[in-house]
């Protein structure tokens, strides 16, 4: 069995992206997103891979994956250290590909936070 992840919503001056992204859903939207985000933490990585919850999109940025129907969710996330990963923001696809845009803006808030992390 996976080590427990352990995921936390990132919150910069005061905003949280996240949270605001989570309660902007439809209620069936919101409920299967943190049901997917609470099964990775319980079941680990391995298991949320192959059950395709998340998806590597490049060498510092991931996605987790939820659908309810024909709308789909997806919340960007990186590695804090060891098992602690901090999602960034969320978002609703609208095409097969993760716009540039998007990862472009975790690893913005990546960039971010790492710096206050650092310089606190």
């Known amino acids: 069995m996976d080590k427990k992840v352990e995921f936390e919503f990132l919150e910069l001056d005061n905003k949280n992206e996240v949270v605001e992204f989570i309660n902007s859903l439809p209620t ?16 680990g990585l391995t298991t949320a891979k192959k059950m395709q919850w998340i998806k590597k999109l490049d060498s510092e940025i991931y996605e987790v994956r939820s659908k309810v129907g ?29 716009p540039r845009k998007e990862i472009q803006h975790a690893k ?3 960039d971010k936070y790492m710096r206050g992390v650092n310089h606190d």
């Open 70 to 98: 024909s709308n789909i969710q997806r919340c960007l996330y990186f590695q804090k250290v060891g098992n602690q990963y901090i999602i960034t923001h969320g978002f609703t696809k609208k095409e097969q590909k993760t």
């Open 108 to 110: 913005n808030l990546k």
């Open 28 to 43: 069936k939207d919101k409920a299967k997103l943190l049901q997917v985000i609470s099964k990775i933490e319980t079941l």
